[in-house]
């Protein structure tokens, strides 16, 4: 069987996966249960299609559990000594300009299963993070986006 590949995680991201586990558990398992109970009431569950919306709701939060619980089981929290400045890392905040438009953008680099756009992290595996990681500060990264090759210098590296 192939290895598990390690998570490193933030302190918050690991508290999101936790508490989003225990959510499913404790309060959407006992929901979904409650329409297939109410679905198996109402007779005939052949043509039945709110019992089948449970049942496949069942199943994604069935899937979604063992994907948190394989996560967390493989995970690592990131130390503060892990994250470094001198070079972009994972857990580092780095400051990005577009070469082009002159546009910075300060995003922060995480596991993929922590990544947000909107919240400012990506993942270390997207194109822009694989394009910065282990560079330093003043380095110029090309990134294949759909639009084109777009360049990026990097200002800023901090934890």
Do not use: C, W
């Not at 922060?108 to 394009?131: C, F, M, N, Q, Y």
């Amino acid at each position: 069987m192939a290895e598990e590949k390690e998570v490193v995680l933030t302190k918050e991201g690991l508290e999101k996966l936790e508490n989003e586990l225990e959510h499913l558990k404790s309060v959407k398992r006992e929901e979904v249960a409650e329409r297939i109970k109410q679905a198996i009431a109402f007779g005939d569950i052949s043509e039945n299609s709110e019992y089948e919306d449970a049942k496949n709701e069942q199943a994604f939060i069935e899937g979604r559990i063992m994907s948190l619980e394989k996560t967390l089981k493989n995970a690592r929290l990131m130390e503060d000594t892990d994250i470094r400045t001198d070079v972009v890392s994972l857990g580092s905040k780095i400051t990005l300009k577009e070469v082009k438009s002159g546009r910075e953008v300060i995003v922060t680099i995480v596991s993929s299963v922590e990544s947000k756009l909107k919240d400012g992290k990506i993942s270390d595996e997207s194109p822009v993070g694989r394009a910065v990681m282990g560079k330093k500060v003043r380095s110029v990264v090309e990134v294949e986006a759909p639009a084109g090759k777009i360049k990026y210098k990097i200002l800023k590296v901090d934890k």
